[in-house]
């Protein structure tokens, strides 16, 4: 299946490189043998658990920028 009519775009196109390296980063982690191409081999639950964890990651790391950066200010 090919990627080509995907509706699934970048907020921030500019890092869509950052991102890509992101998730390579965390397959490592998480032992998903994830490669540049094809990886139809991969089951549901070992790409999701990428995601999963980017995610997690991500939240992670807003929640400390937000803790350290902005204490006194409100939404």
Known sequence: MS????????????????????????????????SD???GDLTSRQNGSVGGYMVKKMIEAQERQMSSGSQGSQM
């Open 3 to 34: 990627n080509k009519n995907s509706s699934n775009k970048a907020a921030v196109p500019e890092a869509k490189s950052a991102l890509n390296r992101f998730k390579y980063e965390v397959a490592n982690e998480l032992g998903v043998p994830l």
């Open 37 to 39: 191409g094809y990886n």
